[in-house]
């Protein structure tokens, strides 16, 4: 991989208590390119034993970041994001090559990505208690806020820079040391940002990448049982959320989930049809529908309903589907083989049911095994796969509805709750649906909500907890009250 800066990747490295990190053993694992499947780089296979030793200087940092001023830590940040906007190219080089997105996608993110830096930079020196009046008159109380300690965190492939920092920065603007346990899809881009982190003046074990494939799970039991980690961050599936909370119980670590969605778009009569066209397409093939908040269902209302598909169709077609690294590419592969035959079993699914397939509808195979043709299937049954779970792919089921209370329904009868978006133009019925609609997070005429200044994070079993915004700082914070008597 041809980078300006070649130090941000190093060779057969992890990266461990401030250093890149080259263990005896032989194991080692490949990280591939989903747009050749050929391997990009081999990163150690790290195991519970060097995951520890991770935890350890983890622990010694704690004592040195908690000591730092709010200020002194938002300098560390903003050097850090100073570096990863220097670094922008060449991180977006990276973020291509193991994960599969366009490059112009990869820059989006590293813009994203490093907001979050920024961003929390402004948090730390913001880091303020309370004053409460007391019951007993004698009594004065206080609040202050301190950070939590050390922090075990474990994140997915699809955004391998920005679900990172939008924990890390917020730790460690809160005072928090992180051992970061990312995807073994895409580890090069987290083991990039630790060593600009450094460089930026981070003290030594405040961030270490543990890269693991065959280790997964014992390290996974590191990072929510080891006693010494006091908070456990993870964005990724329900499934695997579920049973990483279950293990945090084991030492009662403050917990924070971002899971998986299964967003609805809803489009009702009255809504400006080429507005909400732009809405859907941004929202459900942004990094080829493998978001957490893509469109997941479209419902539209028997009004609109040929329009919209029509002109969904006119623009789907425009998609050029190809390796990320072309910049003429607008649409690029999945992740893998596997989850381009997930798109299939769903399409197949929904056709069984009696969906009907407008355009697109296969792997496709000519350009790899990842490659999914950006897909349109009308007539889809309330009940096919495709709208009871993600589907995490370039496919757009669409369901036709009759009334707002039948949508709202449909649109709540699931068991996740991240992401939900609606196109009206009737500002009663904007608060309306927005109010009724079981999710974390609404797009009111929008298919983009994802900002730095938004309260991220889902209900129902989508997770707990928020992340960015002014609020994503008190995950690493707890709160002590301290009162104090007056008249002895
Ligand atoms: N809510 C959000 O903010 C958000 C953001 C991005 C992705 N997601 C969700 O993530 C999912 C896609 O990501 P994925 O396929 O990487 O999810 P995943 O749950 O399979 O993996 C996520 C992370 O967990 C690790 N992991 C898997 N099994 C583990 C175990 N037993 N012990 C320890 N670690 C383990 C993986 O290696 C990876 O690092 C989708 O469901 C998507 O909606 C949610
Ligand atoms: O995939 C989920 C996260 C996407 C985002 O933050 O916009």
């Not at 920092?165 to 005072?175: L, P």
């Not at 927005?434 to 991220?456: H, K, R, W």
Request: hydrophobic share 40%; net charge neutral; glycine share 8%.
């Amino acid at each position: 991989m041809q980078l300006k800066n070649q130090s941000l990747i190093q060779p057969d490295s992890a990266f461990i208590n401030g250093k890149w990190y080259r263990p005896e053993s032989d194991q080692y694992f490949d990280v591939i390119n989903p747009a050749t499947s050929q391997p990009v780089a081999k990163v150690p296979d790290l195991d519970e034993k060097q995951c520890t030793e991770a935890v350890d200087a983890a622990v010694k940092a704690a004592v040195q970041l908690k000591n730092m001023t709010g200020k002194q830590r938002a300098e560390i940040l903003r050097r850090w994001f100073n570096l990863l906007h220097e670094s922008r190219d060449d991180l977006a080089t990276i973020i291509t090559a193991e994960n599969g997105k366009p490059l112009a996608e990869a820059r989006g993110e590293v813009v994203y990505a490093s907001d979050f830096v920024d961003w929390f930079a402004g948090e730390a020196t913001r880091i303020d208690g309370t004053v409460h009046q007391a019951s007993a008159s004698a009594n004065r109380i206080i609040t202050i806020k301190q950070p939590v300690g050390v922090v075990g965190i474990i994140t997915p492939w699809n955004f391998p820079a920005a679900m990172i920092t939008r924990k890390v920065g917020a730790a460690i603007a809160a005072g928090c040391p992180c051992v970061v346990k990312p995807a073994a899809e895409t580890p090069l881009t987290a083991l990039a940002l630790a060593h600009l982190a450094y460089q930026a003046g981070l003290p030594a074990g405040a961030l270490s990448i543990v890269t693991t494939l065959v280790h997964t799970a014992s390290v996974g039991k590191v990072l929510t049982q080891h006693p010494s980690i006091r908070k456990f961050s993870f964005t990724g599936s329900t499934a695997v959320g579920k049973l990483l909370a279950a293990q945090c119980t084991t030492t009662m670590k403050k917990v924070n989930l971002e899971l998986g969605g299964n967003a609805p778009f809803i489009v009702f009569d009255d809504a400006d049809v080429s507005k909400a066209v732009d809405g859907i397409v941004a929202s459900k093939f942004r990094l080829s529908g493998q978001t957490c908040v893509c469109v997941n269902r479209l419902y539209v209302q028997s009004g609109v309903h040929d329009r919209i598909v029509e002109a969904l169709i006119a623009r789907v077609n425009q998609f050029r589907l190809g390796p990320g690294d072309d910049p003429k590419t607008t649409l690029g592969p999945l992740i893998s083989k596997k989850a381009a035959e997930k798109v299939a079993a769903h399409t197949e699914d929904a056709v069984k049911r009696g969906g009907h397939v407008l355009t697109g509808g296969e792997v496709a195979s000519d350009l790899g095994e990842a490659f999914f043709q950006p897909t349109i299937v009308t007539n889809v049954a309330p009940d096919a796969l495709c709208a009871r779970s993600e589907t995490f792919g370039p496919f757009l089921p669409i369901l036709r509805f009759g009334t707002e209370d039948e949508v709202v329904q449909m649109a709540n009868s699931t068991e996740v709750g991240l992401a939900g978006y609606f196109f009206t133009e009737n500002i009663s019925r904007a608060w309306r649906v927005a109010e009724a609609l079981e999710v974390g997070m609404v797009g009111v005429n929008t298919g983009l909500i994802s900002d730095v200044a938004s309260p991220f994070g889902g209900v129902k079993e989508s997770g707990q907890g928020r992340e960015g915004s002014r609020i994503g700082i008190d995950e690493y914070l707890e709160v002590k009250s301290m009162t104090f008597a007056v008249n002895n």
